[in-house]
């Protein structure tokens, strides 16, 4: 059974068990309802209307528990078949690496409880939000549930009969209370995005109206510049001042404006309220005056500078597809489309693909209708395209640790490496100087965002720097992906010198509250680059959004052909290119470690391997939305098979974990619009095979690797089939059959039909052939997951136990040719479309004779 949520002005369909009514406009926190403190007509949230979100922050000590109270008024009529109380919450559950230091107090084991009180006079236990306690919807339950991959849930708890019994009729009202217990180190709290007491049909009872604040008007009374602007500007920007936590109270180097955009815009753009920021000040251990002043300082500073967009919000995640949000002034594209914008299941995606409206009837599209949708000539928007899944909300892009605070001085020394390496390697330098750069330069026409002033020569160096950044991030935590441990032990990498400071300040106290896989060496290097690497998200974001750089992407990139500016790139979008935000994934930030388990990769020490997936898999769909690349097969910030392969990935944790099918077919669904989009921009006319003249055995300059050739075996039909006739050889994608009947064969179909508008009508001459003896990169030619070569010569497939073939392992097991053999033996075993087929195996005919 599914439920209908309505939420910030959309009606957003959640799985859970009914529908939520009473959709309103909505943008984010309303200033001081999470705590008791007159909001109400009895000095509480709720009074004669429930005001939403509730924000139930506090200052995250345990011995000072945040308490929030609605009330729900219910017809006297009604009280008795109330069966359900439902629950829309944002950030119940912990999410973070856990603690290591000493404590000062004990950390929260249970993040949220509630009780449910009724009439006045009442009390009530308190429960306590646990996957025990409560009914979780089936796409977080699935993903991990409380604690899991998604930070926006849905939850119910049956009412018993004592329950009941405490609830009154109007004029009377019933009490709800809702309980943060404590930090785990790093969280203050959570926001109830919606609240409802339901009958066995699902009906929402209640009938107290519901208010979704806006707070434009809170920031409209702080424009005035006051003392205690100044003085709150001056706790913003100051170090030293802050501690790390009040379970650990030990000063961190660390300002406010390190961790967020320097000028705070992140906090006045997503609309966090001023409860908010005292709170969170609070938590870093300033006063609640203090905290008052450093809002004070934000909304005067920033009043002229930040317009008010009511769709930003802390629940609503940035950059969120949804249609519409082209249209609308590039200074709100951050704002995304809202949790109401996220699509429900796989159902509802493949209607959107297809340009079908979403609606509740059963998914029927045909095979003219996928062909239209992943037509290699197309230009798929996945910036309006809305998706199952919910993009990171602002909080998981902040850094947990700020760099200042992980690579501190050592003794004797005034500075840490952070600070005081290479300037050539440096990537806090590199992003001054960037920053120094843009507002230098700006356009003197104060137009936000309009960079055609710039001349060829300034948009390349620009360019370069841009991508600077990202690439002295990465040198500086020790490289790319994979081992993060020099095999040189008198130069340790970036990560290792962090991980081992974070490590010297192991408590075994602490560490014994949570598996001992969260505290390895391994574990350590992890938090490091985590910090490092959400620090140049944010510092990313900050850029982009002050200096306008969301939009035209041609005005930035591109290449300069003597006195002329060759701009490329689409209407709105990133500019940065390798890393972006796909690094902040598990899959790109995680230590690999041999443990008793067998060698952990890709996925976090301290969160089951599904989690880490997840979360990769929300990063790289972020990074398609913001910046998917440019014309060819791998220009720009997306790493495709990545993308592609944590998204099956994720299916298979899903089927291991006996998840509904209907929950892998969401994600299943959405790797047909990764290959589309691939296929789209890959679709160019760059030739298969011309080497570089001045180095002409480096397969890395050979322009193929940017052709539809570097694709062959990457967008192969093969890809979805089945590679044997056993058990555990059928496909996952036979999955998608559980959306709609047929569902599957039609997707083979489509995907012969692009890889045939490749190929079909290539010559064998237009290839290279690969070279068993040529290296790419530290690889045989062969073997390369970068291969774009057809091999010289047809080599059998192997054969199982019964005399049947099949398709052996991965990319390094298997030519070409074998992978697009077995395709057309699979293909016809699914019954795929014999012309399809046909033309298909015409060219592998032609290819090796």
């Not at 500073?301 to 769709?311: E, I, Q, W």
Request: net charge neutral; aromatic share 10%.
């Amino acid at each position: 059974m599914r439920i209908k949520l309505c939420l910030l002005a959309v009606c957003a369909t959640f799985p859970l068990f009914g529908s939520l009514s009473g959709c309103k406009s909505s943008s984010s926190d309303d200033p001081g309802t999470s705590q008791p403190d007159g909001n109400g007509d009895d000095g509480t949230n709720g009074g004669t209307q429930v005001r939403l979100p509730i924000e139930v922050l506090g200052t995250g000590s345990p011995d000072e528990p945040a308490i929030a109270i609605t009330r729900l008024g219910v017809e006297a009529a009604d009280v008795g078949s109330a069966e359900r109380l439902v629950v829309l919450c944002h950030r119940c559950g912990h999410y973070d690496s856990p603690e290591f230091e000493a404590l000062a107090k004990p950390l929260a084991k249970v993040k949220a409880s509630l009780r449910i009180v009724g009439g006045d006079g009442n009390d009530a236990p308190w429960i306590d939000v646990t996957d025990a306690n409560v009914q979780l919807d089936d796409v977080s339950r699935a993903h991990g549930g409380i604690n899991g991959g998604l930070v926006t849930t849905t939850f119910s708890i049956a009412l018993d009969a004592p329950t009941r019994a405490r609830l009154v009729g109007l004029p009377g009202t019933n009490r709800i209370e809702f309980r943060f217990n404590g930090t785990d180190g790093n969280s203050n709290g959570f926001r109830i995005l919606d609240v409802q007491l339901r009958n066995a049909g699902g009906t929402d009872l209640n009938r107290t109206p519901r208010k979704y604040v806006d707070i434009g008007a809170e920031k409209e009374a702080g424009k005035q510049w006051s003392d205690d602007a100044a003085k709150g500007q001056a706790l913003w920007h100051g170090k030293d001042l802050l501690i790390k936590s009040p379970v650990v109270p030990r000063k961190i180097h660390a300002a406010c404006d390190s961790c967020h955009a320097e000028d705070g815009r992140d906090l006045q753009y997503f609309n966090y309220s001023n409860n908010s920021i005292v709170q969170r000040s609070k938590f870093h251990g300033l006063s609640t005056e203090q905290g008052k002043q450093i809002a004070a300082y934000l909304r005067a500073s920033l009043h002229d500078k930040v317009p008010h967009v009511p769709a930003a919000a802390p629940e609503n995640p940035p950059y969120q597809p949804g249609p519409g949000l082209d249209a609308k002034p590039v200074l709100e594209w951050a704002a995304g489309a809202g949790l109401a914008a996220v699509l429900p299941d796989g159902k509802a995606f493949m209607k959107t693909f297809v340009g079908q409206p979403v609606d509740d009837k059963p998914l029927s599209v045909t095979q003219a209708e996928l062909d239209r949708a992943m037509d290699p000539k197309g230009k798929l928007n996945t910036r309006e395209m809305p998706v199952p899944l919910q993009f990171p909300d602002w909080n998981a892009w902040l850094p947990n640790v700020h760099p200042l605070d992980i690579w501190t001085p050592d003794q004797g020394q005034s500075a840490g490496l952070f600070e005081t390496v290479a300037e050539d390697r440096s990537p806090l330098k590199a992003f001054e100087k960037i920053k120094e750069f843009l507002e230098t330069n700006k356009n003197k026409n104060g137009v936000y965002g309009d960079w055609r002033h710039l001349t060829p020569e300034q948009r390349e160096r620009i360019q370069q720097w841009f991508y600077d950044f990202g690439a002295r991030t990465i040198g500086f935590g020790g490289g790319g992906r994979g081992d993060r441990q020099s095999s040189d032990p008198s130069k340790p990498y970036g990560g290792e010198i962090g991980g081992a400071k974070f490590e010297a300040l192991l408590s075994k106290e602490t560490a014994a509250l949570a598996p001992a896989a969260a505290f390895s060496k391994q574990a350590f290097i992890e938090r490091a680059l985590v910090g490092l690497f959400h620090w140049m998200g944010v510092k990313q974001w900050q850029l982009a959004h002050t200096y306008g750089l969301e939009g035209d992407q041609s005005q930035f990139h591109g290449r300069r052909e003597g006195g002329t500016w060759i701009g490329e790139g689409d209407k709105r979008g990133w500019i940065f290119t390798w890393p972006s935000v796909f690094y902040l994934a598990p899959h790109m930030l995680y230590a690999p470690e041999e443990t008793s388990k067998g060698k952990r990769e890709f996925y976090f020490s301290w969160e089951p391997r599904l989690v880490s997936y997840f979360r990769t898999n929300q990063w790289y769909q972020l990074q398609m939305s913001v910046n998917p690349g440019w014309a060819g097969a791998s220009q720009g910030p997306m790493d495709w098979p990545y993308h592609l392969g944590f998204t099956t990935g994720v299916v298979d944790d899903l089927e291991t974990a006996k998840a509904p099918t209907w929950v892998s077919a969401a994600h299943l669904a959405r790797f047909f619009q990764v290959r589309a989009k691939i296929s789209q921009l890959a679709n160019t006319n760059i030739s298969f095979n011309t080497p570089d003249p001045k180095e002409p055995d480096n397969l890395f300059k050979n322009t193929g690797l940017q052709s539809r050739a570097h694709f062959v075996h990457k967008l192969a039909p093969t890809g979805i089939l089945h590679t044997g006739a056993e058990d555990w050889q059928r496909t996952r994608f036979r999955h998608m059959d559980v959306l709609q009947a047929g569902l599957y064969k039609m997707l083979v179909n489509t995907s012969i039909g692009v890889y045939n508008e490749y190929f079909a009508n290539t010559a064998a001459d237009q290839w290279r052939r690969c070279d068993p003896n040529a290296h790419f990169g530290g690889e045989l030619e062969t073997k390369s997951g970068f291969r774009f070569c057809l091999d010289k010569e047809r080599k059998a497939l192997p054969t199982d136990k019964n005399g049947k073939p099949y398709l052996a392992g991965g990319w390094v097991d298997w030519t070409i040719e074998q992978y697009v053999a077995w395709g057309i033996l699979a293909a016809k075993q699914v019954g795929a479309d014999p012309q399809r087929i046909a033309t298909w195996s015409d060219w592998h005919d032609r290819m090796w004779p």
